[in-house]
Structures are given as C-alpha cells and as structure tokens.
Nanobody, 122 residues
Framework: QVQLVESGGGLVQTGGSLRLSCAAS????????MAWFRQAPGKEREFVTS????????LYADSVKGRFTISRDYPKNTVYLQMNSLKAEDTAVYYC???????????????WGQGTQVTVSS
C-alpha cells in the first residue's frame, strides 16, 4: 500500500523559507512522478510542481517559478519542496502526490498524502 507522509509545514514570516518533505513507501517509485499541490482556504486544489522520479525533470507553476525548488532523494524515497521568498498568498495546505505517469497541471494523481499546513504571515 502506497503511503505518502508530508512534514515540515509551519508558520513563517513573509520573505522567509520552509522545506517540506514527503516520505514515500509501499512500492518502487522509479517509474513514477511525484508532485506538490496546494489548497488555500476557499480555493480549489492547485498544482505547484512535479518531478519525474528517475529522470529528475521538473515542472513548476508560474506562481512559484524561481522561488520553489522540488528535489528527490532516491535512497531515502523522499521528495522535498524548498520554498523561498514566501508570500502571504502561498498560505495553504500542501499535499504530496504520486502518479504512474508524468504529472502536469491537470493531472489527478493516483496517490495523495494527508497534507501539511503552511502559513505565511505578513
């Protein structure tokens, strides 16, 4: 059974940084894509970024390009989201996701984590 467990969320001031982690277990992810989505209060869940587990190719939403970086640690089966220059509009619950095929903006991934809250205060 696939499990995705996020950690690293919290409260940070505008302009600050946070690093989220997603520990994946339950199968081999070498042919999978991993991603981060987020959902702000009163809004729909939206794509943030994705990475191909084996090739390492990445995709970013325009709103986070240049500020967020996704990476993966193969031996640890962990995906990271480094978030810099945080803004109030980045406040949301951040979800880790895994999918058998590349993840783009419109993808509905196979597996989801429970989410971790990120709050950016001005």
């Amino acid at each position: 059974q696939v499990q995705l467990v996020e950690s690293g969320g919290g409260l940070v001031q505008t302009g600050g940084s946070l690093r989220l982690s997603c520990a994946a277990s339950g199968r081999t992810f070498s042919n999978y894509a991993m991603a981060w989505f987020r959902q702000a209060p009163g809004k729909e869940r939206e794509f943030v970024t994705s990475i191909n587990w084996s090739a390492g190719s990445t995709l970013y939403a325009d709103s986070v390009k240049g500020r967020f970086t996704i990476s993966r640690d193969y031996p640890k089966n962990t995906v990271y989201l480094q978030m810099n220059s945080l803004k109030a509009e980045d406040t949301a619950v951040y979800y880790c996701a895994a999918h058998r095929y590349p993840i783009v903006v419109t993808t509905s991934p196979d597996y989801w984590g429970q989410g971790t809250q990120v709050t950016v205060s001005s």
